[in-house]
């Protein structure tokens, strides 16, 4: 019997450390989470809270994501899985425990029995960020359409590391026309009351845009910064930031504003809420009239039975696509057949839409007679729409050689005539397809080409305004004093030739840009491969370096052809 057993012993070791071995390879991590611990750790670590981080798998290599103000020497680290464990070499890491083996700029390899993990390790330097939770843990459900909305939690922390915002939300849902398709979504968030986000006004709506189709991750921030040096009226406020969706990456993102009626936005009279005041039930619930059609002349609007006192004010409008059009709750056509959304009061009375429009159609007539003059009201067209924005919003339209110029994402608002009685032209909004990038084969030659003009110039459609207005000397000369005295200052700061000083202390040079996004740029570039990618109608570089030095490229000659037809000789 002895003799079997000794005869056995073999085997058994044998088979015990077949066991041992298959045990330690089945440990493994599926997930792995990490969050800054000085942040606090929850008592159940799997209830990960809002600032905690997933590592990113593509192939067979892992990234982790590091916003500003993570101390990487501090992770709190919590894993799924069977492993309990791993070890980095000689440092063994426990799972629900603090850890400083992650370090920014390197890969560590994380080791259990034979698995192992390359995780390289990123952080950004610069930027505040955003982490935003949805209730499901996905965003299937939003990402199907724009009407779909869920409630979820919203963290924002600064790049200092500090807390300033964390709460639940009452929903969210995926924004945008071009970029509603692309996986690095751009999100609409509704807050349940209004926060003042990070100094840029109290609101309870904010946007996360992904600028997925811009590779320099730059083009409306220096839209927006320069039409804020310019004075352009009601120009959006906006923060960089590294965006967290359900812990996961999702990018460089531009937290902005929505362009609204606020005090802290377009800071107008609220037409539409001192319409509901004097009303029984809400605007939405009265009958529909009108026509919902893209037709020349026509309007649409609700039978709305009571109007405040004064209805000369405020009206926020937006220009569109005769096919977006027809989706819009109300508006109207001109006569010359251009679509006005009106975006707020959303929900109009007869009365107000045809005070509006009106005031429109004077306007309309008055850039389409030759002497400038509405023929019915008897008024020029600087009398009906305030020139220092009109000026400035196409000068900015052409510096950028922006593809939206004349037919959408182009904003229109008026106060009360007590306030203001004329027309103004802004927000200036949505410059991702500007400055040589588009996203038509239409405009391929002229959009790239830094010569001839694109909004005064563009035929697409015989109702666009801006070839009507450059015909009138008057708005040109407007425009040639703007250019100089306004608009070509901020394009030398851009381009290194001059200090910001006075007005212009929101524009930076274009290196001071780069400088301050290169490591967020580098996180989001791993996590999306859009350098030169196939599906884009441009190829702009095939790096971050690159892309700045396109962007330099087409803004010196840019403005070496506008010096060349606004600057007096």
């Not at 709460?167 to 009351?193: A, M």
């Not at 946007?207 to 921030?221: E, F, K, P, T, V």
């Not at 003059?373 to 009906?384: A, L, N, R, S």
Request: one cysteine or more; aromatic letters at 14%; proline letters at 3%.
């Amino acid at each position: 019997m002895r003799r079997a057993f000794r005869t056995l012993l073999p085997l058994w070791i044998f088979l015990l450390m077949c066991f041992s071995c298959t045990a330690a390879q089945a440990a493994t991590i599926s997930h792995l989470y990490v969050w800054d611990a000085s942040h606090g750790v929850p008592a159940d670590p799997s209830a990960l809270p809002p600032q905690a981080i997933e590592w990113f798998k593509r192939g067979s290599k892992y990234y982790l994501f590091l916003p500003a103000g993570v101390d990487a020497s501090n992770l709190y680290v919590h894993f799924t899985g069977s492993a309990n464990s791993f070890s980095t070499g000689s440092e063994k890491v426990e799972n629900n425990s603090v850890t400083d083996v992650f370090t920014p700029g390197k890969t560590v390899t994380l080791r259990n029995g034979s698995n192992y993990y390359e995780v390289t390790v990123m952080q950004s330097e610069t930027l505040d960020s955003v982490y935003l939770t949805t209730e499901s843990g996905n965003i299937t459900y939003i990402s199907e359409s724009k009407t779909h909305r869920e409630g979820g939690t919203l963290c924002v922390i600064t790049s200092e590391g500090k807390k300033v915002y964390s709460n639940d939300f009452d929903y969210v849902r995926v924004r945008g026309n071009y970029s509603f398709y692309p996986n690095k979504k751009s999100f609409h968030i509704r807050l349940n009351d209004g926060y003042n986000m990070l100094g840029m006004g109290s609101s309870k709506t904010w946007l996360l845009i992904a600028n997925y189709m811009d590779n320099s991750l730059l083009r409306n921030a220096i839209a927006y910064d320069m039409a804020f040096a310019c004075h352009l009226p009601g120009t959006v406020e906006y923060r960089n930031a590294d965006v967290y969706v359900n812990h996961q990456y999702y990018g460089t993102y531009l937290l902005t504003e929505k362009i609204q009626i606020n005090k802290s936005r377009v800071g107008i009279q609220d037409l539409e809420e001192l319409t509901e005041s004097v009303n029984a039930k809400p605007l939405n619930e009265y009958k529909h009239s009108g026509t919902h059609a893209y037709a020349k002349g026509t309007g649409s609007y609700y039978a709305i039975p009571n109007n405040p006192e004064d209805i000369t004010g405020g009206y926020l409008m937006q220009l569109e696509l005769e096919d977006r059009y027809t989706q819009s709750a109300t508006g109207f056509v001109t006569e010359h057949g251009q679509a006005v959304q009106l975006k707020s009061p959303e929900y109009i009375s007869k009365e107000q839409l045809a005070y509006i429009s009106s005031l429109v159609q004077s306007f309309e007539n008055a850039i389409w007679a030759k002497d400038g003059i509405d023929p019915v009201t008897g008024k020029h067209f600087f009398e009906i729409a305030d020139k220092d924005s009109l000026v400035g919003k196409y000068i900015i339209e052409e510096i950028t050689k922006n593809l939206d110029a004349n037919k959408s994402s182009f904003y229109i608002f008026k106060d009360t005539d007590f306030n203001n009685d004329k027309l103004q032209f802004g927000p200036v909004w949505d410059f991702d397809n500007a400055y040589g990038n588009y996203t038509s084969a239409y405009y391929k030659k002229t959009l790239v080409n830094t010569s001839g003009l694109h909004a005064a110039a563009d035929d697409f459609e015989k109702y666009y305004w801006w070839p009507k207005l450059y015909e009138h000397e008057e708005f040109v000369e407007a425009v040639m004093e703007a250019y100089e005295l306004r608009f070509r200052p901020c394009l030398e700061v851009l381009l290194g030739l001059r200090e910001a000083d006075g007005a212009m202390d929101e524009m930076r040079s274009l290196d001071d840009y780069r400088d301050f996004m290169t490591s967020s740029a580098a996180m989001n570039f791993t996590r999306w491969r859009t350098f030169n990618d196939e599906s884009f109608p441009v190829k702009t570089g095939a790096n971050y370096k690159e892309n700045i030095e396109y962007l330099r490229t087409f803004l010196k000659g840019r403005m070496k052809y506008l010096d060349s037809i606004w600057l007096k000789k």
